[in-house]
């Protein structure tokens, strides 16, 4: 699979972003820390270890926003798509599995705060996110899930049919699970803030430096790119889904997933206030999921995964909008703003994973889509692994890093799991 490599890809974010970011000093020859990777995962890190104290410097390969972090739909979602609670705590067991529940659910809550802090203008909106239930059977699981969620003390409850219906307009929905934490923001102005966050702490910020390869040197390490080589106490991994020079190690431990997201023009108040009275973000159940949110403007945001590769982008835009106006029963199909693609990394277990690459080496993956919220705690927890020398006994996870058999082909399998997922969606809701 090739990586994203448009450059400047026109998004949504870019047409919008009030936040300029110009990048900082030359390569330096040597830091405290090197993070490769510039997105909310490799940010929030250097962020938690400038102000630590550490001289900390992140090297990305292209303009901040080139990855998933600048490209993805600004839902703040504190929890993972595909593991329930007990899900987790039956793999993990109570403690650690618990850590980790209690580190995710907590992910859109530390975003919300660092953003205060920072004082980050991201359009920041906190009125809770709903997950609807498109069939009987899947409400009956959310009941369980908020009961779980609610039992671990977070604001997390089950929303009735008619409740559902007065929060989105659809009468299809069996009822809801709305987590309160949950909410939007404007991705590109938040990765910004993040970036002029670690400067103002002592960190450096470098775009345009792709990283060709990392070794061990001694406790530290050397890392390559074209413009020299910089020496480090400790690296962080922290390049997602992409493959190219030293992110190879960790882009092949997981599945690629193409997403496309779509943002039409601005809809009226009206319609705004039929389908989405508290302006909460929407995902729903079904496996080919049908999500919405609006932006600042009242622009609906909406994404979708081609079966198919060829064509998508424009194939997707259409059908896309077409959905939003079946699905929420608008007057007429809205006018499309902007079309744009990203790729998401799927875990096999659909869990974070932390990796040690060596002493004082390490990298973080597995947001599974879900991961502005998590990239937070997953950052936040690179962090605290340099800063105690160790990633043991931390939240998330400790694997060692195993290419996926066969990576290339992953995205065929992609591909056949969406149809799969599109037939069973078909007969679930001509069963019920
Ligand atoms: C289209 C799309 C929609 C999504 N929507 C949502 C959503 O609404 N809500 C949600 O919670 N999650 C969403 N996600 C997932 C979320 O965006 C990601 O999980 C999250 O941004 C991952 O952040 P990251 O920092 O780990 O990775 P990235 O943002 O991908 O950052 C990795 C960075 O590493 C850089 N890099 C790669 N190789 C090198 C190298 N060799 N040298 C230097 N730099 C390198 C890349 O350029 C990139 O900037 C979406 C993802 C996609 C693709």
Redesign the pocket.
């Known amino acids: 699979m090739t990586m994203p490599k448009a450059p400047n890809q026109d998004t949504l974010w870019r047409r919008t972003a009030r936040t300029p970011f110009v990048t900082s000093a030359d390569l330096p020859d040597r830091a405290d820390v090197v993070i490769?990777?510039?997105?909310?995962?490799?940010l929030t890190a250097a962020r938690h270890l400038a102000r630590a104290g550490k001289s900390v410097v992140v090297?990305?390969?292209?303009a901040?926003g080139?990855?998933?972090?600048?490209?993805?739909?600004?839902?703040?979602?504190p929890n993972f798509a595909l593991m329930d609670p007990p899900a987790v705590i039956a793999k993990l067991g109570e403690d650690r599995g618990g850590a980790l529940l209690d580190l995710v659910s907590t992910g859109a809550d530390a975003i919300y705060q660092t953003i205060r802090d920072e004082g980050i203008t991201c359009d920041a909106e906190q009125p809770g996110w709903l997950n609807p239930a498109a069939t009987p059977a899947a409400a009956q699981l959310l009941r369980q899930r908020a009961d779980h969620w609610r039992a671990r003390g977070r604001p997390v409850r089950f929303l009735e049919k008619e409740e559902i219906r007065q929060q989105t307009g659809m009468a299809i929905y069996e009822g809801a699970l709305l987590d309160e934490s949950g909410g939007t923001l404007h991705?590109l102005d938040y990765l910004t803030g993040l970036a002029l966050a670690v400067e103002r702490h002592g960190g450096k910020v470098i775009e345009h430096?792709?990283?060709?390869a990392t070794r061990q040197d001694g406790d530290g390490w050397v890392v390559t790119t074209p413009a020299g080589q910089l020496r480090a106490g400790a690296l962080l991994l922290?390049?997602?889904?992409?493959t190219?020079?030293?992110?190879g190690k960790l882009g092949r431990t997981t599945v690629p997933l193409r997403?496309?997201?779509v943002a039409t023009k601005p809809i009226d108040a009206a319609t705004v206030a039929r389908i989405s009275p508290d302006r909460r973000p929407v995902g729903d159940t079904r496996k080919n999921l049908f999500t919405y949110r609006l932006d600042r403007d009242n622009r609906l945001i909406s994404?979708g995964m081609a079966a198919l590769p060829w064509g998508a982008k424009a194939r997707l835009g259409t059908a896309i909008v077409a959905r939003l106006a079946q699905e929420l029963s608008l007057p007429e199909v809205p006018e499309t703003e902007v079309v744009w693609?990203?790729?998401?990394?799927l875990t096999p277990d659909f869990l974070p994973r932390l990796h040690s690459l060596g002493r004082n080496g390490y990298a973080g993956?597995g947001?599974n889509?879900?991961?502005?919220?998590?990239?937070a705690q997953?950052g936040r927890t690179l962090a605290d692994a340099v800063l105690a020398g160790s990633a043991e006994g931390l939240p998330i996870p400790h694997r060692t890093a195993r290419r996926i058999p066969l990576h290339g082909l992953t995205p065929v399998a992609a591909s056949a799991g969406l149809i799969k997922a599109r037939l069973t969606d078909a007969f679930s809701s001509s069963k019920d």
């Open positions: 490769v990777g510039g997105g909310f995962t490799g090297l990305e390969r292209a901040l080139e990855g998933a972090s600048g490209q993805n739909a600004g839902f703040v979602v991705p430096t792709p990283v060709t922290c390049t997602n889904a992409f190219e020079g030293a992110a997403v496309y997201q994404g693609t990203g790729v998401a990394a993956i947001c889509g879900r991961g502005i919220a998590l990239t997953l």
